[in-house]
């Protein structure tokens, strides 16, 4: 079993940066591929991101690459995810998860979840 906490959400202008975190509890952390998703209201939960187990492997939505960066910091049990320029588009609840495989970018391919942070990007 796997505890997941995310952090680090909050309201930001268009333009802005936010970093979430996401702690780690339970599984070996550092053995897991981990990943980010985000659900907007009305929409489907979607994939922002996924990080292999060394941090040496990314992959990156379409509409967030070159704007969001993953990583994680494995002694320390923590994933990120720095976004840059905001979008009010990016407006949603974002959620990190733990991957079965490493190269999952659907829900289906996580197993367990955090409880969501909102992230609210205004115009």
């Known amino acids: 079993q796997v505890q997941l906490v995310e952090s680090g959400g909050g309201l930001v202008q268009t333009g802005g940066s936010l970093r979430l975190s996401c702690a780690a509890s339970?599984?070996?952390?550092?053995?897991?591929?981990m990943g980010w998703f985000r659900q907007a209201p009305g929409k489907e939960r979607e994939f922002v991101a996924s990080?292999?187990?060394?941090?040496?492997?990314?992959h990156y939505a379409d509409s967030v690459k070159g704007r969001f960066a993953i990583s994680r910091d494995n002694a320390k049990n923590t994933m990120y995810l720095q976004m840059n320029s905001l979008k009010p588009e990016d407006t949603a609840v974002y959620y990190c998860?733990?991957?079965?495989?490493?190269?999952?970018?659907?829900?289906?391919?996580?197993?367990?979840w955090g409880q969501g942070t909102q992230v609210t990007v205004s115009s």
């Open positions: 998860a733990a991957a079965l495989l490493w190269g999952a970018t659907t829900a289906v391919g996580f197993d367990h």
């Open positions: 339970g599984r070996t952390f550092s053995r897991n591929a």
């Open positions: 990080i292999n187990w060394s941090g040496a492997g990314t």
